[in-house]
């Protein structure tokens, strides 16, 4: 019990950490998609904020491959990341007309098989960069409590 409850005192700490790594990378985005524009490959904004993010100090990893299991058999590389920032937010560069659902769902899978917290949904074709900007929660509380409700009950 008492590692639970020191769990639970570290949350806030790690939250604000997420949040300040959130921050930083929407900031990076946002001098990215001004210096570049819409209109280029996603990999091309892949490298430009990874430079970005570097020369903000923050430690970015590119293209994680990362394993999956299914019921104890593992599945090899089952899914790549674009990127995780400082160990804490996993970030996936969109360079599409509009954020699809199926991008939230598969950055929450992300997110839970990476028993990460947060991610950040960038998608650099909106003329804005703040329109495509989307937060992402894993929140396996919530999902518990929803999937426990009977169906219709919405």
Known sequence: MASATSELARLPDRMASEDACATRIIGAAIEVHRYLGPGLLESAYERALHHELQLRGARALRQIQLPAMYKGVELGDA????????????????AVDRAATIHQVQVLTYLRLMQKRLGLILNFHERLMR?????????PDRAASEASRPAGDD
């Open 79 to 94: 899914y790549r990341v674009d990127m995780l920032v400082d160990g804490l937010v996993v970030v996936e560069i969109k």
């Open 131 to 139: 329109d495509g900007i989307i937060r992402v929660i894993n929140d």
